[in-house]
């Protein structure tokens, strides 16, 4: 039982390059997030998924997109990245009925020059 | 839109003594309430939650009170150990959809537990 799994774990890009964040989750948890964390921001929702097959936008969904085409994986995909988009990232999961914690994963940190 | 204000952005206490987070949420419809705690280069982790039917809970050196009226909830922490030293985050629940929620995190507190 791996929980959550994010690779890659860490990642520089050039401004323009697209990579895809993976997320895998071996609870079979319904919901799934992503996250990014910048220093004095706390925590932010770029996107989430309540089901294989449904995505939903968070706080701060602009220049990523994402898909969940099974149920414990979590693609977040930045098509042209730009150096706002230098971050850490954090996918997260849970049960629809509970508990309701997040199970977070260990992290992406994403630089972009 | 729903936020959530968490203070201080950091705190110092010494060795045993205690130390006290405390957030304010805006979504009057908000039922839960988790704490997490994240150490430098680590994941989050949950470390205590509370429903809003309920006004505290404890788990040992830990609790956390809430206030549906005033909409405001904290973390207590006794006897702090330097092993309590990280940051921080309180949430509270926003719904999105019908049965559907996502979590509206506070900026985090740093606490620096001192020797």
């Known amino acids: 039982n791996a929980g959550v799994t994010q690779t890659p774990k860490f990642r520089v890009l050039k401004t323009g390059q697209s990579m895809t964040l993976l997320c895998a989750q071996d609870m079979n948890h319904e919901y799934m997030y992503w996250y990014r964390q910048d220093p004095g921001m706390g925590l932010r929702l770029i996107h989430y998924s309540v089901g294989e097959g449904t995505t939903a936008k968070g706080e701060v969904p602009d220049g990523y997109n994402v898909s969940r085409l099974k149920k414990q994986n979590f693609l977040l995909g930045l098509e042209s990245a730009a150096p706002s988009q230098t971050s850490v990232y954090f996918c997260?999961?849970?049960?629809?009925?509970?508990?309701?914690?997040?199970?977070f994963g260990s992290g992406t940190r994403l630089t972009v020059v | 839109g729903e936020n959530v204000e968490q203070h201080p952005s950091t705190l110092s206490v010494q060795e045993g003594d205690s130390a006290v987070i405390k957030c304010t949420y805006s979504d009057s419809a908000s039922n839960y309430f988790p704490w997490y705690k994240q150490e430098l280069g680590k994941r989050p982790q949950l470390i205590i939650d509370?429903?809003?039917?309920?006004g505290e809970k404890k788990d040992q050196r830990i609790a956390v009170t809430l206030n549906k009226t005033a909409k405001h909830f904290s973390l207590h922490i006794t006897e702090t150990q330097p092993e309590d030293s990280a940051v921080y985050f309180c949430a509270a629940s926003s719904q999105v959809a019908s049965g559907t929620y996502k979590y509206i995190f506070g900026t985090g507190t740093r606490l620096k537990v001192l020797a």
């Open positions: 509370i429903r809003s039917n309920v």
């Open positions: 997260a999961s849970r049960y629809r009925t509970g508990p309701y914690g997040y199970t």
